[in-house]
């Protein structure tokens, strides 16, 4: 019988936006590998049931990033219980359909305080327990590359995030830390759902989208959480900068 691969042991990971969807899924899969997980969510029914299901590996705590002084009892209680981190899976976002014309600026600001800002606070909260050699994961999407009409401020938020892996992974690279970002395409998560569309407005716009994948299926989260996992292990050691595409095809052909 083969012994169950542990890449990660005693390893101390970050992952915001971790109790639902692909975030949850990379947490069970870093503490399946041997690691420690402290987890963020915004709902605290979400935060408690993720708790129970995440089991004594993972610290799960709530954090409204849209506020970034939120994120600093996060940080204090790492700090307090492990004085450091080996890996930030910066995955929190969410965002709003609608076009042109009935964009307002509260839906700018909201997505670009929890899509961008938030992810940035993350990173630059984080940095100083950050040890050398340590992976910083960003979550971006097929958008930066793919023009969807209605999707116009999402998309800007995620082209955004592919620029700071480039900026911070130069800023953060003398201290051997790696900063590179996942992009997933349509990935079967709850994600679909906050994009504020009726369930008949998401069949139709989920059926469309399968049509466009090359591979003829939306993705799963796993699928996902393999290619972050990747990025924070050893086998990518010299990898920074760098964005790794999942979305069967879909920004490629």
Do not use: W
Not at 46 to 61: S, Y
Not at 142 to 160: C, E, H, M, R, Y
Not at 171 to 179: D, T, Y
Not at 192 to 202: I, V
């Amino acid at each position: 019988m083969s012994k169950s691969i542990r890449n990660f042991d005693n390893k101390v990971i970050l992952i915001t936006g971790g109790t639902s969807g692909i975030g949850f899924e990379t947490a069970r899969q870093f503490i399946a590998q041997g690691a420690q997980v402290v987890v963020t969510g915004v709902s605290n029914q979400r935060v408690e049931a993720t708790a129970k299901e995440l089991g004594e590996k993972a610290v799960v705590l709530a954090a409204d990033l849209r506020q970034p002084e939120s994120l600093d009892a996060v940080i204090a209680e790492v700090a307090e219980r492990y004085g450091r981190l080996d890996v930030v899976f910066a995955n929190a976002g969410a965002g709003t359909a609608a076009p042109l014309e009935q964009i307002t600026a509260a839906q700018i600001d909201e997505q670009f305080s929890l899509n961008f800002s938030g992810c940035f606070f993350t990173v630059q909260k984080a940095a100083p327990l950050l040890s050398k050699g340590a992976s910083v994961i960003l979550t971006t999407s097929f958008l930066n590359s793919v023009g969807t009409p209605g999707l116009s401020i999402l998309s800007a938020t995620k082209a955004a995030v592919r620029s700071l892996a480039r900026t911070l992974g130069a800023e953060l690279a003398p201290r051997g830390i790696r900063v590179n970002a996942v992009s997933p395409g349509p990935i079967s998560t709850p994600f679909h759902a906050k994009l504020g569309l009726s369930d008949e407005q998401l069949k139709e716009v989920a059926a469309g989208i399968e049509a466009s994948v090359p591979l003829g299926r939306f993705g799963e989260a796993n699928e996902v959480a393999k290619a972050v996992l990747f990025l924070a292990s050893d086998q990518a050691s010299f990898i920074t900068g760098e964005e790794i595409v999942v979305d069967g095809g879909l920004s490629q052909f």
